[in-house]
């Protein structure tokens, strides 16, 4: 409970308080490409229920949404403005609406779309999922530039099934295993700063 009400505090704070440049962020978008404000995808949340996340569309709209669910490096579908969103992180901002809904936490592992989440182990999926998705972990700040690193491979399917996916499960459960307030602030601060840095 405790939990819940720090999320909804700092996110409808956060939404007050982004109000203004959230709402350039969306007419940028509208400017920039045709297609809605919002990228709405299917991801696997608490005890394993799916919802829809929140995202600012960073690519061109696809109304089947049949590409690929891995973005490897310079996608072509990456927009002008999406390409700023990405590398700046602040098409994830939008999320703020999930932690106000309760869907997402601001701290948590971050949800998986259900095609990942059905590899992962028995014990771990149990584990990872007993706690709210968050906007960002241990997992999200190593692997914020995940893009990059995909787009060496060979085979950026397979490395993110065989190498990064067990990765951020393992640091995922680590999370679940030390979550707390004291932990979510040092995450929030690492993730504040890990942007600022780049």
Do not use: C
């Not at 098409?91 to 989440?117: I, K």
């Not at 004291?182 to 929030?188: S, Y």
């Amino acid at each position: 409970m405790a939990k819940r009400l720090f999320d909804l505090l700092l996110s409808s704070l956060g939404l007050a308080v982004l109000a203004l440049p959230l709402a350039l962020v969306a007419l940028a978008i509208r400017l920039d490409s045709p297609g809605p404000v919002f990228y709405r995808q299917v991801r696997v949340g608490l005890r394993g229920r799916e919802f829809r996340i929140h995202k600012f569309r960073t690519m061109a709209h696809d109304p089947g949404d049949r590409g690929p669910q891995l973005t490897v490096g310079l996608d072509a579908r990456i927009t002008r403005v999406g390409a700023f969103l990405r590398r700046t992180k602040l098409d994830e901002l939008a999320q703020l609406f999930d932690v106000f809904e309760g869907t997402m936490s601001l701290v948590g592992p971050r949800p998986e779309v259900p095609r990942y989440v059905a590899l992962y182990p028995a014990a771990l999926r149990e584990k990872v999922l007993s706690v709210r998705p968050g906007i960002t972990d241990f997992a999200s700040i190593e692997y914020r530039d995940e893009s990059t690193l995909l787009a060496r491979s060979a085979d950026p399917e397979r490395t993110y099934r065989e190498v990064i996916l067990p990765t951020k499960l393992a640091l995922q459960a680590r999370y679940v295993d030390r979550s707390g307030l004291g932990t979510d602030l040092v995450l929030i601060g690492r993730t504040v700063w890990a942007i600022i840095a780049r």
